[in-house]
């Protein structure tokens, strides 16, 4: 084992099944140990973390539409790399769509590869997409190092990125299944969505865009998604889910031995449909934010486990396509932003429901790294993990001023609320990425694929 070149130590440092004082020994990249508080080697850079501050793996979130390259003027690599920095997020895996071209082809993901070389202060990963006719490209992709596949029932927002049917799906899940390839699903179908029937509502009422996305059309996707999963055993995961219908089933699916997980986003988490004001855009998603009621079985279920994870789905996009002087809910574009703000967001709506710093780490770190195929050196400390490391400090209350994230566009549904949980510092393999105010200059993050050796 080489010598630590750093020890980073403090009294409250979350390690696989424990928090307590402890010192984390790191060389060049990568944590070689972990010891008591005392133990520190001589000749070795030692930082102490104060007291009151959490040491925590670096949170990876597996859900982001970067839009780069063809939409950077949504989002690009280096603006939601350093709001994941500022956000304790060390690992982000970056969606297939909403960029031109989609990641649906290699000559796509090489375009992406190249967009994103260079600008990223955090690791970044890729997802691939299914859309109908790439079968073909499947193989290639995932050689290529996509770590799975995406794919929507429902119109996905951009035309370059078709949806898929049953019919579609049963021609691509034999393939995804002989890769050993998750496929991630964005779980509404069209049956139940209810545009038309309700053109005479006020389209900035809230009330009418959630009549518009009734919960039965992510319940029907999602047991289209266990019936497939089961017959092609391949490896399924529910993005985005919203639906508090759906989850006896998906607790039976799993109970059932089907290889499926779930996650769902701090926005379901935190607020409520009868508190959306009448035109306030930026809070309109798809699926939607549902009922109170809702909003507390989702949590029941991501206690007990039936939801695995909780992640942002980043999805911004320029200030005009949110449409807040007209408020037409049904017309503007559908997506929240997040990225900078998960941890906050989840603590402070966990803690006021008695939930731990390890159910944290599990929904933030742990799960998500583990869809990834990253659960070998993300989402961990401990020997032969990547030093990927956040310091924040649980006790303390900020309140989000947008202006100060780091996203391209600062319009989010949390501006001005009042957040319990302040990120300190964030350590990507073993180097300071972020410091209060202050980033690295110079962006080190790495592209997790294969073909890079990463
Ligand atoms: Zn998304």
């Given at each position: 084992m080489p010598a630590p070149n750093l020890v980073i130590r403090g009294q409250q440092v979350v390690l696989p099944g424990s928090i307590s004082p402890a010192s984390i020994h790191i060389s060049g990249n990568i944590v070689t140990s972990t010891g008591s508080f005392d133990d520190v080697p001589a000749d070795c850079e030692l930082i102490d973390v104060n007291d009151e501050s959490i040491v925590m793996p670096g949170l990876v979130d597996s859900h982001v539409h970067i839009n780069e390259p063809g939409r950077t003027e949504w989002e690009g690599f280096a603006t939601a790399t350093r709001a994941a920095a500022a956000g304790g997020v060390t690992t982000l895996i970056d969606m297939p769509l909403n960029s031109i071209p989609p990641t649906t082809t290699v000559a796509g993901f090489k375009e992406k590869l190249a967009a994103a070389g260079g600008q990223c202060f955090v690791d970044v990963g890729f997802w691939g997409g299914v859309v109908p006719g790439n079968t073909s490209e499947l193989a290639p992709l995932f050689s290529a190092g996509v770590v799975g596949f995406k794919c929507f029932l429902?119109?996905?927002?951009?035309?370059?990125f078709p949806n898929v049917t049953e019919e579609h799906l049963r021609e691509a899940m034999p393939e995804l299944t002989r890769l050993g390839a998750v496929l991630i699903v964005h779980a509404e179908v069209p049956g139940p969505i209810n545009i038309t029937g309700i053109r005479n509502d006020s389209p900035a009422a809230y009330a009418t865009f959630l009549a518009s996305r009734p919960r039965a059309a992510e319940n029907e996707a999602v047991d289209l998604i266990i019936k497939l999963g089961q017959e092609f055993g391949t490896r399924v995961h529910i993005v985005h889910h919203s639906s508090a219908d759906a989850l006896p089933v998906l607790g039976e699916a799993k109970a059932a031995g089907i290889k499926i997980t779930a996650e769902t986003c701090p926005h379901y988490l935190t607020f409520a449909a009868e508190e959306i004001p009448d035109g306030a855009t930026e809070f309109k998603c798809c699926p939607p934010i549902r009922e109170a009621e809702n909003r507390e079985l989702l949590w029941s279920a991501v206690a007990d486990g039936t939801i695995d994870m909780i992640v942002s789905d980043h999805s911004p996009c320029p200030p005009d396509m949110k449409l807040r002087e007209s408020g037409d809910f049904l017309a503007a574009w559908g997506g929240i932003s997040s990225l900078q703000l998960r941890l906050p967001v989840v603590w402070t709506e966990a803690r006021r429901r008695g939930s731990s710093i390890e159910d944290l780490v599990r929904w933030l770190c742990t799960a998500p790294a583990s869809l990834v195929g990253l659960a070998h050196r993300k989402g961990s400390i401990a020997a032969g993990f990547d030093a990927d490391l956040v310091i924040w400090n649980p006790e303390r209350q900020f309140k989000v001023e947008a202006n100060t994230l780091q996203h391209r566009h600062k319009l989010t549904p949390y501006n001005g609320r009042v957040l319990q949980g302040v990120v300190e510092k964030a350590f990507l393999r073993g180097r300071k990425i972020y410091d209060g105010e202050e980033f690295i200059a110079k962006p080190q993050g790495v592209l997790l694929t294969h073909a890079s050796g990463e």
């Open positions: 429902i119109h996905s927002g951009v035309d370059e």
